[in-house]
């Protein structure tokens, strides 16, 4: 049986994305480990508190991985939104719109009835496309 483990996300700098993502959505920090022999390779995983699955805050990779014209192609990618679509599912949307938005995370969208549920949709400071989504009982 197949176990999703990790997901990863392009992130400009890992320091301020460990901040946004364990201060302001209440992340916790799961593995932050520096590997010298890949030219201080950073691996840094947060993930939901009583949940299995990590986020990994990945570092646009330069030479070899990555050249110059393929990374500013990520970095336009992710300033426009379209390097992720991750949802997160909560109790009460309009409540954890309120809370988020008070440890200061600022929302494209606020939140909105949708055929679904309700839901909204705010930004990492990468740029990143996230939704918070109360969907309806069945």
């Not at 970095?75 to 992720?84: D, E, N, P």
């Not at 969208?109 to 918070?132: C, L, Q, T, V």
Request: glycine residues 8%; proline residues 5%; charged residues 25%.
């Amino acid at each position: 049986m197949l176990k999703l483990s990790t997901c990863q996300i392009w992130v400009h700098d890992q320091d301020e994305a460990l901040d946004f993502y364990t201060h302001k959505l209440g992340l916790e920090l799961r593995q932050d480990v520096t590997v010298p022999e890949l030219g201080n390779f950073r691996w840094l995983t947060v993930g939901v508190p009583g949940q299995d699955v990590e986020l990994v805050l990945m570092a646009i990779p330069g030479e070899p991985v990555f050249d110059a014209a393929t990374q500013d192609e990520v970095r336009s990618l992710m300033a426009k939104g379209y390097c992720t679509a991750y949802f997160f599912t909560v109790e009460d949307c309009r409540q954890t719109y309120e809370e988020l938005s008070a440890r200061g995370v600022e929302f494209t969208e606020k939140p909105e009835e949708r055929p679904y549920g309700i839901d909204a949709g705010f930004r990492d400071p990468s740029g990143n496309h996230f939704r918070i989504t109360q969907t309806l009982d069945a």
